[in-house]
């Protein structure tokens, strides 16, 4: 956990440093896809010689689809008092 | 949507190579991936730290634009706990994890499996694809029927990149920054929260 944040600084802090090079920039962004493509082959991999979640890969998704419901239901809801309050449209 | 769509091919080429069981052992053995995810973050962080406008764009934006995120947060975590408790199917601890992906399925669902597992992973990729999806298809819905904070809401970390050229057309451009800081807020702080909730 703790490495997980401090490579996640430490990016920050060299992405600072590198500023002003318009190539880097490129260069990085077309990493990131390719390094989370990969990362997303590996974790189907895992998956895909898995049995139960195969078998399970169904359920699975409602389970995922239930959650987006109600991160997305929460989240609606908590825009209430915003709405309400300091970004009344209109005002 | 064409990289969600490339990304989710690459996803779909690991699970028949993984039934077919063409595994290269190298891969499934040892830690290579730990490392790989490790180097994405640090990818993720140099992008986030190279692009001048995202910093500043959080370190300019007052308690007003930071109140969005900061609510999205309270809201999907209390919306993922409450159909955990409803279903009782997804353990409360796991279900928080996936609702902080805040639609961020690509690092979530990376940082999830490796945290806690494979199936968990599955459940946070396919959960904030939904997210994803779920807000283009209601963005405009949304916007005309409830206000134009809510497609911000609903599209919580994508709201600063996928889903942005939707909720764009929706809201006009000045709501348009705040959905930029929404994003890059919830897009920071999934790499933190997600462990934290898991450990």
Not at chain 1, 3 to 31: D, E, N
Not at chain 1, 46 to 73: K, Q
Not at chain 2, 89 to 111: E, N, Q, T
Not at chain 2, 113 to 121: A, D, F, K, P, T
Request: hydrophobic letters at 55%; aromatic letters at 6%.
């Amino acid at each position: 956990m703790l490495t997980i944040a401090l490579c996640f600084l430490t990016g920050i802090i060299c992405g600072v440093l590198l500023r002003g090079r318009p190539a880097i920039l490129k260069g990085v962004s077309w990493l990131t896809d390719l390094t989370v493509g990969f990362m997303l082959f590996v974790l189907g991999l895992s998956i895909g010689a898995n049995e139960t979640v195969v078998t399970n890969l169904s359920s699975l998704g409602l389970d995922g689809l239930a959650l987006a419901a109600g991160a997305i239901a929460g989240s609606l809801l908590a825009m209430l008092p915003l709405s309400l309050s300091i970004f009344r449209e209109g005002s | 949507m064409k990289g969600s769509l490339l990304l989710l091919g690459c996803f779909a080429l690991g699970i028949a190579a993984g039934w077919l069981d063409w595994m290269p052992s190298w891969l499934v053995e040892g830690n290579a991936e730990l490392f790989v995810l490790y180097g994405l973050l640090l990818l993720v962080g140099i992008g986030i730290g190279c692009d001048s406008k995202a910093v500043k764009n959080i370190l300019r934006v007052n308690v007003k634009a930071l109140s969005v995120p900061a609510l999205v947060v309270l809201g999907s975590l209390l919306g993922a706990a409450a159909v955990s408790i409803a279903v009782g199917r997804v353990g409360l601890r796991d279900s928080l994890a996936v609702g902080a992906g805040f639609g961020y399925y690509s690092l979530s669902s990376i940082l999830i499996s490796q945290i806690r597992g494979e199936e968990l992973g599955v459940i946070a990729l396919l959960s904030n694809i939904f997210r994803e999806v779920l807000t283009i298809l209601l963005t405009p819905l949304l916007a005309k029927y409830c206000g134009k904070l809510y497609p911000i809401a609903c599209g919580g970390a994508t709201s600063m990149d996928t889903t942005l050229p939707v909720i764009h057309r929706s809201v006009g451009n000045r709501y348009a920054v705040i959905a930029v800081i929404n994003g890059a807020v919830l897009s920071m702080l999934v790499p933190f929260l997600v462990p934290i909730l898991l450990s």
